[in-house]
């Protein structure tokens, strides 16, 4: 190729002026819980456990600024969610999801079946 063609061919990019970014980080996102839920469990279970359900390890006060419950609450509910099998306290003030806790987020099975493939290769 000569030093003519390479010239010649131009790679369009998008002018940064003319790009969107307009994104809504107000966070306003309403959790999609869709497993079964028991009488108990509240908006503001909702909102710790769709935060969770990123995946990240997480203590109170980082939840409470994901969502819009205040920091006592989220302490109170994690208790609840933990005493129900939903959470995990991994370490002082830390807490994970569970399996279970994922399921009640997103209705998923094969959550569960992940999970119980790797009970059973432990054993």
């Known amino acids: 190729m000569s030093n003519q063609e390479e010239q010649d061919e131009s790679v369009e990019v998008d002018d940064p002026a003319d790009l ?7 966070g306003d996102a309403t959790p999609v819980i869709a497993g079964d839920t028991p009488d108990w469990f509240t908006g503001s279970d909702a909102q710790i456990l769709f935060v969770l359900y990123t995946g ?9 600024e994901n969502t819009e419950v205040t920091r006592q609450t989220v302490g109170k509910r994690l208790n609840t969610l933990q005493a129900a099998g939903f959470v995990k306290k991994l370490d002082r ?26 009970d059973q290769s432990k054993d």
């Open 56 to 64: 990240l390890v997480l203590t109170p006060s980082i939840i409470s």
């Open 20 to 26: 969107d970014y307009s994104i809504d980080l107000s």
């Open 93 to 118: 003030g830390k807490y994970q999801i569970t399996k279970e806790g994922a399921f009640v987020v997103s209705a998923d099975p094969q959550i569960y079946e992940e999970a119980n493939d790797a």
